[in-house]
């Protein structure tokens, strides 16, 4: 698992070219379906406008389904003037696992060809500029089960390994789940062990990405 830059949320711009209408909307995606689906989404809204442009890129390392995809469409437009556009955009800015579309409104001016390439391509800038780019660093999530007496040192641990707890336990004992960084999750565990004369150990319920608040 490495890091990787998408949207940071689902956005909307909008830019008048030469009278045409061009609003743009960018999400940020796990899959080729809920890409298509979101484009489906657009479209249904759409339904009257003269050109609904998407294009998406899946990243290549997500195990458990097609990866690194790269798929768009001109939805009418001539042939590489709106859909390889928006997709050189994603990958100008190094995104993924990210779609776009641009619902284009003709205002009765031809643009041409580099015009609409132009066109097309700013408003899918416009579109992640309003979303802003969030990096996806590999995270695992561990669950640590402590006595009262160990869960304030257990607390600085995970502190000072920037971890974030996810949810804690109460009970008999306390058992709380909590995320880290993929590469701080060796020493994590090992100063836990230490820590807590081996009584504590920290197991992995899963792997997962989580945004990086130090990229932002």
Known sequence: MTAYRTAARIAEAELIVKKSRFISRVAPTRSAEAAAAFVAIIKAKHYDATHNVWAYAL??????????QMRYSDDGEPQGTAGLPVLDTLQKRELTDCVVVVTRY??????????LARAYGQA????IEAAGIVTMAPCKVL?????YGFYSALQRLISAHAGVVLDTDFAVQVAVTLRLRAEAAEAFAAQLAEKSGG?????LLRDEFAADESSS
């Open 124 to 127: 899918a800038g416009a579109a």
């Open 59 to 68: 990243r290549e390392d997500c195990p458990g389904r097609n990866t690194g």
């Open 143 to 147: 669950r640590a089960v402590c006595d």
């Open 199 to 203: 009584r504590v150990r920290a197991a």
């Open 106 to 115: 003709f205002g009765g001016v031809l643009l041409g060809a580099g015009g």
